[in-house]
């Protein structure tokens, strides 16, 4: 499963697997957080029908994030603030946010080893009624990516959607 990805292929893998290296390796320089030792990534990009400010407030807001995903939800918009999603089940912290262009987290399920996280990182353009997300995910557990992958489609994208559409 290392260097799968949904949209890449030939020296556009090599240069996302490089990207990849060089955000994991930024974000244990700053925050001490470990990675996974092979580089696993998944890459999706999502459509939305929405300006891209209303997206990424829903989510960094707790009461937002909780009600599009009818969970739990701790999440702030703050560079270093902690996180807890779905209840506890994803926990981590915000590495970087550019307001409504990118989102990059330090990302682990609760069900990892103790120390293991994962980055995810989403950039966001597009213009008032159309948002176009590009989402990055790498370093998590090797065997993580078909979970994760669909994951982030059944628990973010769909219900986000739907909330945003409401």
Known sequence: EAGMTANSKGTASARMISRRRLISGAAIAIG???ASAKTLFARQQQQMAEAQSKGAEALLDSAQFGAFTKMPAEVRAQDGAHFSLFGGMILGRNVELAPNQRIVQAWRSASWPAGVYSI???EMSGGVN??????????????GFRHLNQGWYDHYWGPLQKYLET
């Open 130 to 143: 159309l948002t176009h997300v590009v989402l990055d995910h790498t370093g998590f557990p090797e065997g």
């Open 120 to 122: 995810a990182k989403l």
């Open 32 to 34: 001490g957080f470990a």
